[in-house]
């Protein structure tokens, strides 16, 4: 399985943008690009997810590189709630029927300060 | 709309014991998928149920096992616990390509 790679840990300030960076260098063509986020004590939660193109959500953008070897979630303006271990995941899809699982690594772990 | 629910929230087990887990997915997910996710790591993949089959497997050994019904909620059942068990234990339903996951489940094997 295809993995990525993440800073341990970052800081910001609140209101001000956060780049988190991933790089996944052996990405093959059908792997999607997930965001996860895991607030503490409370399970992974969604962000967003893309394939080449940049994504927008309410939550956040999602920039891919062209070669796709590495992508770069934006959260636009950090609040303190935005504290939380963020999780680069790259999913493929399996031909059974179900989705690919989830493969985490240890993702960056943001701390936002007032 | 409810999520993903999981109980218990917490369980104290002794080691060599058996346990269950349970776990409904958000309505109208039919996918569900079991993580362990041990103190400061990520969660880790054990297994996925599809149409009450196992569609896929993590590197977990047979001790742990699972089972869906009808209603697409699961179960996961552990048996000879080890101290090393001991972790979160979470359960996440799928709708297309997002994830959904509950609280979990905090075990420890004593």
């Known amino acids: 399985d295809a993995k990525t790679t993440q800073p341990n840990s970052m800081e910001s300030n609140e209101e001000e943008p956060v780049h988190l960076p991933c790089n996944h260098s052996t990405i093959s063509g059908t792997d999607y690009i997930h965001w996860y986020r895991q607030l503490p004590s409370q399970g992974p939660e969604y962000v967003i997810h893309g394939l080449t193109s940049n994504v927008n959500n309410r939550m956040a953008s999602l920039a891919i590189a062209e070669d796709r070897k590495s992508s770069t979630l934006i959260l636009h303006r950090a609040t303190l709630r935005d504290a939380a271990v963020y999780y680069c995941?790259?999913?493929?899809?399996?031909?059974?029927?179900?989705?690919?699982?989830?493969?985490f690594g240890k993702g960056t772990k943001l701390s936002v300060k007032p | 709309d409810a999520g993903v629910t999981q109980s218990p929230t917490h369980l104290i087990k002794t080691r060599g014991q058996q346990v269950t887990l349970r776990c409904s997915p958000k309505s109208g997910h039919d996918t569900v998928s079991w993580y362990q996710q041990a103190l400061g790591q990520g969660p880790q993949f054990i297994f996925q149920y599809y149409e009450e089959e196992e569609r896929q497997r993590g590197n977990f050994p047979d001790r742990f096992s699972g089972h869906q019904f009808p209603n697409y909620s699961s179960e996961l059942n552990v048996n000879a616990l080890l101290l090393g068990d001991s972790a979160l234990y979470l359960c996440a339903s799928s709708s297309g390509r997002k994830a959904f996951f509950g609280q979990g489940t905090r075990l420890t094997v004593v």
């Open positions: 995941i790259l999913r493929g899809f399996y031909y059974g029927g179900s989705q690919g699982n989830l493969i």
